[in-house]
């Protein structure tokens, strides 16, 4: 099925609707297409010849007091925002934002700051013909709780990754991206894309034939009929997911904390990688991964990415109330090349030295409750890179640390000696939802204290098996769901979210491993203050 990437359905001015969790939840819903998953034909009300903000609207980083407002305009525009603490927009406020232009490819955001902690914020954004600020087009909505003040309110949160991928894209037969739509109805404070947002080296056919006979089809576009190597294709290949209305309903309504991996830019990429891939006419993986990089401050509400001043980069540190501090990883910019992993000193690992002493520097500041350090990859899950080498930390020698596992093993002797509470970490990138426990008594390194590390997705993307763990620091798999085969389709196996929730009263955390449909597969409660979590 195909579709022409600018002309997906415009937003419309909502109405009244229900309530959830005491919130107008849905006040950013966009207008369902017209004419199955994605239409052409603007509706009625559209003003001709204005500025249209058919990709909906973003918020990204929310803070207790600020967030990153995004738009896409479909020409020059003025982008506009205002926020309101009612749906009526009475006694709004005002900010104006950029000029957005071919530049950043039409898209621009508004950092938003001096927001009441813990309160619903409605937003709308409005673009305006830059020549006649007068000229304005219909306004998009969205709304989104920023973080608490107190503890006592408590903090509930979804991740997962993994989208579009291994062929597996907008399929208007099954209703395009579901999973978006049932994380959506649980209305969380934000959601944490855990990486691999986009499959820039994942071409779509127009339709596959599954294993039993069925016909699977692709929403298709240009951009996503080959591998990414131009910045328009990099941006061809954002725009995709933004023509799922589920995808544009979930964004008006959820914000957003997003990290990178591999698939942004090429499958297992590294700094300083020439591919040896006939597909791609550019072998330099640091070209291609400037492009992605570009394409990908465009295309998500990231606020250090759009910080006025600052070091654009991934990694970052958001705080949402005293409850919890997510700690965001770049496991890709900074990396050595993947290899066998038996190296016995390995200053670089998979952080890079910079970013490591930023980590622990970082979690030994904070005070919150909890500590969610949000990794792209996994721990001591074994990853591997063709035959002998290695894509993550693990490489299956259950031995003394080597390699990239050095650089754990300095952090987690790091967490266990400054005694920092309340860490776990959440990682997406293998394809299947598993929880892992890692104690010293099991493991080869010993020094640190016992954690536990939860696995979720895919959210839109092929099912993998479970990979082999690597016994260096400790794992059990406690917990695990995945198909026996690779590359399982949506319309075979469930994908796969999880669920964080802080009771603002005792403290706890409780983590639960979802799967599409509404089934909860796992469910772990944590305590708060500890150095590590026994089982």
């Known amino acids: 099925m195909s579709y022409h990437p600018n002309s997906p359905e415009s937003a419309a001015s909502p109405g009244r609707r229900g309530v959830l969790r005491g919130t107008l939840a849905a006040s950013a819903a966009l207008a369902l297409p017209t004419a199955g998953l994605v239409a052409g034909a603007a509706p009625a009300q559209a003003r001709s010849g204005r500025p249209?903000?058919?990709?909906?609207?973003?918020?990204?980083?929310?803070?207790?007091?600020?967030?990153?407002?995004?738009?896409?305009?479909?020409?020059?525009?003025?982008?506009?925002?205002?926020?309101?603490?009612?749906?009526?927009?009475?006694?709004?406020?005002?900010?104006?934002?950029?000029?957005?232009?071919?530049?950043?490819d039409f898209t621009g955001t508004v950092p938003l700051r001096g927001l009441p902690a813990?309160?619903?914020?409605?937003?709308?954004v409005t673009l305006a013909d830059p020549d006649d600020y007068r000229r304005t087009g219909e306004p998009v909505y969205g709304t989104f709780r920023t973080a608490?003040?107190?503890?006592?309110?408590?903090?509930?949160?979804?991740?997962?990754?993994?989208?579009?991928g291994q062929g597996w894209g907008i399929n208007p037969d099954i209703g395009g991206y579901r999973a978006y739509d049932e994380m959506r109805r649980l209305d969380p404070d934000f959601f944490l894309c855990s990486?691999?947002?986009?499959?820039?080296?994942?071409?779509?056919?127009?339709?596959?034939?599954?294993?039993?006979?069925?016909?699977?089809?692709?929403?298709?576009t240009e951009e996503?009929?080959?591998?990414?190597?131009?910045?328009?294709?990099?941006?061809?290949?954002?725009r995709y997911n933004l023509l799922d209305a589920n995808v544009r309903r979930f964004n008006a309504q959820v914000p957003t904390i997003v990290q990178w991996d591999d698939h942004e830019v090429r499958n297992n990429w590294y700094p300083g990688q020439i591919l040896d891939d006939v597909r791609y006419t550019e072998k330099n993986v640091d070209l291609l991964a400037a492009r992605s990089a570009r394409a990908f401050r465009e295309y998500f509400p990231v606020s250090t990415l759009h910080?006025?001043?600052?070091?654009?980069?991934?990694?970052?540190?958001?705080?949402?109330?005293?409850l919890l501090d997510v700690f965001v990883l770049d496991m890709r910019s900074f990396r050595n090349a993947n290899s066998p992993g038996r190296q016995a000193d390995d200053t670089t690992?998979?952080?890079?030295?910079?970013?490591?002493?930023?980590?622990?520097?970082?979690?030994?500041?904070s005070r919150a409750e909890w500590k969610v350090i949000a990794a792209d990859m996994p721990l001591g899950l074994v990853v591997p890179d063709g035959a002998a080498n290695f894509e993550a930390?693990?490489?299956?020698?259950?031995?003394?640390?080597?390699?990239?596992?050095?650089?754990?093993?300095?952090?987690?002797?790091?967490?266990?000696?400054?005694?920092?509470?309340?860490?776990?970490w959440l990682t997406a990138d293998v394809h299947y939802t598993s929880a892992q426990h890692y104690a010293p008594e099991r493991a080869a390194f010993k020094d640190f204290a016992p954690f536990w590390e939860f696995v979720s997705g895919p959210l839109a993307a092929g099912g993998f098996q479970a990979n082999a763990l690597d016994g260096t620091f400790g794992p059990d798999r406690v917990f695990v769901r995945a198909p026996d085969r690779a590359n399982v389709s949506p319309m075979e196996s469930p994908q796969y979210f999880g669920e964080v929730e802080i009771d603002g009263g005792s403290g706890e955390l409780t983590v639960r491993l979802r799967a599409e449909g509404g089934t909860v597969l796992f469910s772990k409660v944590l305590q708060p203050g500890r150095v590590g979590q026994d089982r």
């Open 118 to 124: 813990g309160e619903q914020v409605h937003y709308r």
């Open 195 to 220: 990486g691999d947002t986009i499959y820039a080296d994942g071409p779509l056919e127009p339709q596959v034939t599954l294993p039993d006979g069925r016909i699977w089809r692709n929403v298709t």
């Open 393 to 424: 930390v693990a490489q299956g020698d259950p031995g003394a640390p080597l390699g990239r596992e050095l650089q754990i093993a300095e952090l987690l002797r790091y967490i266990k000696h400054r005694r920092i509470t309340g860490t776990l």
């Open 307 to 322: 910080e006025r001043g600052a070091d654009r980069r991934v990694h970052r540190v958001i705080s949402h109330g005293p």
């Open 224 to 238: 996503k009929s080959k591998v990414a190597q131009t910045l328009d294709e990099y941006r061809g290949n954002f």
């Open 349 to 365: 690992g998979i952080l890079g030295a910079e970013q490591l002493e930023w980590l622990k520097r970082e979690l030994s500041r």
């Open 148 to 164: 608490p003040a107190r503890r006592r309110q408590g903090v509930r949160f979804l991740w997962s990754g993994d989208i579009a």
């Open 52 to 104: 249209r903000a058919a990709w909906g609207v973003q918020m990204g980083d929310v803070t207790s007091s600020s967030g990153l407002a995004w738009v896409r305009s479909d020409r020059p525009a003025r982008m506009i925002v205002e926020t309101s603490a009612t749906e009526s927009f009475r006694r709004a406020r005002t900010w104006h934002g950029p000029l957005l232009g071919p530049g950043s």
